[in-house]
């Protein structure tokens, strides 16, 4: 047998150990491992019963996903699951770790199962586009219930080893050794002392009645989703109720390939492993982070207000400093406010809030920050003011503090020189609401020094953020794409598209709002302000669109003053239609000499998946992004591209390059400066590959 399932016999059980790091993935190679050492278990008249265990971290952490969209290699898992289900000694799982999805299957095969206490166990196939293909979605129902197996399958979420022995998924949790128990628990199975359990005969399959509402009410809840594995679960958690175990098993089975070959799994594997790509900086190899405990933050705006309860919230003390103790006092009020909602929804307890807001402190003297060992400025987003901050930081700032700027825009390079320790220096751009957003952008300057970068990525890791390196570029990598999907959207809209047809189409496509929607969240006085700042060297010949810059002249500077795009009626959450911005948008049109066109759905998505892309492209030219996949990552944890279809770039390859890269030609015959493809769409269609062929291996 190879060496990835080890075989030892211990009194009368036979210890089966998956070795297969880092997280015991049940690849071809532990599967062909159990099936061989269960036949030699069966066989073996010495042996009484079966223990299956893992070595290192983790029971497994299921299927190997490379192997997903691969030619399947015999057996597969439900073949080997069948097999320890039907041996006739009794098998027992001892679990510890994070055993998931094809893991959890495994030991739910076996005929008891012990965790350790610190175990945890999810069915998280859900979000990889996919459902339990092993058994999970007919014999979680069996052992739980429909209604806490549904929330299980499809929140995708794990519970702790207590909850699943209060819920029945497991027979018992061990204090000490899991093995030993297990063993013991096998022992006692084989001498009839424990008897094993008959999912044919769960308590739940008597009362098909509520088995088939819980269905039906998730099933409701459902329809409005483009997801299509919760679905599937849905369809095979009623099938439970219907059929006999082996029939559902093979609905299961049949739905688990449909969605195996599905393009929304394709994408939802990408993003699984393009999230684990970004934080792996190669090039750091060797850098010792620095070590963090006291934060400065200056600055107690929206942005300061939300990175200090991100601080707060990962255990840091905090001192926040205000220009003035007015502003000051505001700041602490808008981050005691966010504790106080989160408490008040029951998301916190209040001594946890307490304790977080005793690890804050005030100040109005920058001299507080001192000790500081990594400070972030949040200040207005306006060069010269940076600039001052900096040449102060590098005055108060204690040796070898990590000195960080939030802009989303600037370039930082001045900054560093402003401070006088350019090597300390990095922008750590973080997204509104900066304590909910899970992206943060990691800006170094060619002098940041290693081991801040190191910092840096350790410090997202510890914020519980996502680190994706950005180069400098005016917008880095996520204001980038997103400005040009905002340009292609106003384009539309100059042409004779309607705000509410684009937005909707956005919407449509996977997008929790539209752009102007989100523009009016954002408020239009950001973008405003850019667009003036770079007025200066903007290409004279380059399309311009103006109606943005009426709406602000107007006063409608977004939802926070009941108008922009759309207009609020006494605070509204939705947007209506106003004729104002109508003829607006009608009067630019005569003026630039528009002769409106119709665009439908298909085309708003098509021009903004385009310009996305191309503009994606761009920063792998420019070398500002590393890889596409980064590019993906921060757009779907940044700009709340659909996590569904895998980021822009890996949309444009499920799409075809080709296509798009007509489109964009097509586009381009118009406003060349904008549409133009990057050089990079006919290289990768000349050899016949994708995006993808460029992320790291
Ligand atoms: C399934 O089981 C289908 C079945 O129902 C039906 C079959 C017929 N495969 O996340 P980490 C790698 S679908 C391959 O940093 P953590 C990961 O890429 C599967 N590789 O660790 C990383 O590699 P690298 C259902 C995997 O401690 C390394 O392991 N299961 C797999 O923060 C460490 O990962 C899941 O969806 C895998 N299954 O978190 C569980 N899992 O070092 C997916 C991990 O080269 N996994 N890797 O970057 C997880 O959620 C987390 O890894 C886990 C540990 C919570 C387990």
């Not at 532990?30 to 029971?59: H, M, N, Q, S």
């Not at 669109?545 to 795009?565: T, Y």
Request: hydrophobic residues 45%; aromatic residues 6%.
């Amino acid at each position: 047998m190879g060496e990835t399932v080890g075989y030892r016999v211990t009194g009368d059980v036979a210890l089966l150990t998956i070795g297969n790091p880092p997280v015991n993935a049940l690849a071809h190679a532990v599967r062909a491992g159990l099936a061989t050492g269960l036949e030699r278990a069966g066989d073996d008249p010495e042996v009484r019963a079966i223990v299956i265990c893992a070595k290192g971290r983790t029971f497994p952490a299921g299927a190997d996903i490379t192997e997903f969209g691969k030619p399947s290699q015999a057996p597969n898992l439900p073949t080997v699951c069948a097999m320890i289900d039907m041996c006739e000694k009794p098998v027992v799982a001892a679990l510890h770790g994070t055993p998931r999805g094809g893991g959890v299957e495994l030991a739910l095969a076996c005929h008891a199962r012990v965790a350790s206490a610190a175990t945890t166990i999810g069915l998280p196939e859900v979000k990889l586009g996919l459902l339990p293909g092993a058994g999970g979605t007919q014999r979680v129902p069996r052992l739980i219930g429909a209604k806490a197996a549904l929330d299980l399958i499809l929140s995708g979420d794990p519970m702790t080893a207590k909850q699943a022995l209060a819920a029945g998924l497991i027979d018992a949790v061990s204090d000490k050794e899991p093995v030993k128990d297990a063993v013991d628990l096998a022992l006692r199975m084989a001498d009839g002392e424990v008897p094993r359990k008959d999912l044919q005969d769960s308590p739940y399959l008597a009362d098909p009645q509520s088995w088939l509402a819980a269905v039906a009410e998730r099933r409701a809840s459902l329809s409005g989703s483009p997801l299509k594995a919760p679905k599937r679960i849905v369809d095979c958690i009623e099938v439970g109720a219907l059929m006999p175990l082996e029939a559902g098993m093979k609905f299961e089975r049949a739905a688990f390939e449909d969605l195996v070959k599905s393009d929304q799994s394709a994408a939802l594997r990408h993003v699984f492993f393009a999230e684990r790509t970004a934080i792996k900086q190669p090039q750091l190899a060797g850098a010792t982070p620095r070590t963090i405990r006291q934060i400065g933050i200056v600055g107690a705006g929206l942005m300061g207000a939300g990175i200090t309860v991100a601080c707060l919230d990962a255990g840091y003390n905090v001192t926040l400093v205000e220009r003035d103790i007015d502003t000051l006092e505001a700041g602490v009020e808008r981050i005691i406010d966010i504790y106080d909602r989160a408490v008040d929804k029951g998301r916190m307890k209040a001594d946890a809030r307490d304790q977080r807001i005793a690890r804050l402190s005030g100040h109005t003297d920058p001299g507080a920050m001192a000790d500081a060992d990594l400070i972030v400025e949040a200040v207005v987003e306006d060069a010269r003011t940076k600039e001052g901050v900096f040449r102060t930081l590098g005055r108060i700032a204690k040796p070898g503090a990590i000195l960080a700027t939030n802009t989303s825009y600037l370039d930082i390079r001045p900054l560093a020189a402003a401070s006088g320790r350019p090597e300390d220096v990095i922008g750590l751009h973080f997204f509104s609401p900066a304590h909910v957003m899970p992206l943060l952008e990691i800006i170094p300057t060619d002098d940041s020094a290693k081991d801040v970068q190191a910092t840096a990525f350790a410090l997202a890791r510890q914020l519980r953020k996502i680190g994706v390196r950005s180069g400098m570029t005016d917008g880095f990598i996520g204001n980038r794409v997103n400005s040009a999907y905002r340009q292609a959207a106003e384009f539309m809209l100059e042409d004779g598209a309607s705000v509410v047809e684009i937005d909707t189409a956005m919407r449509d496509f996977g997008f929790p709002m539209g752009p102007f929607e989100v523009s009016d969240l954002a408020g239009l006085d950001i973008a405003w302000a850019r667009r003036q700042r770079l007025a200066a060297t903007r290409n004279p010949s380059a399309r311009y669109v103006a109606i943005p810059d009426r709406l602000c002249e107007l006063g409608r500077l977004g939802r926070k003053v009941g108008r922009g795009w759309y207009t609020y009626p006494r605070g509204a959450r939705s947007g209506q239609v106003d004729p104002e911005v109508t003829a607006i948008i009608a009067e630019e049109r005569v003026f630039q000499g528009i002769e409106p066109q119709k665009f439908s759905r298909e085309d708003i998505q098509q021009q903004c998946l385009a310009a996305m892309v191309n503009e994606g492209a761009k920063l792998l030219d420019e070398g500002v992004a590393r890889c596409p996949s980064d590019i993906d990552v921060v757009m779907i944890h940044g700009f709340a591209y659909p996590r569904w279809r895998g980021g822009p770039m890996q949309t444009a390859d499920a799409e075809g390059l080709f296509k798009i890269k007509r489109d964009l030609e097509r586009l381009a015959r118009e406003e060349p400066l904008f549409w133009t493809p990057s050089p990079r769409f006919d290289e990768l269609v000349k050899n016949g590959l994708g995006f993808a062929s460029l992320n790291p291996k």
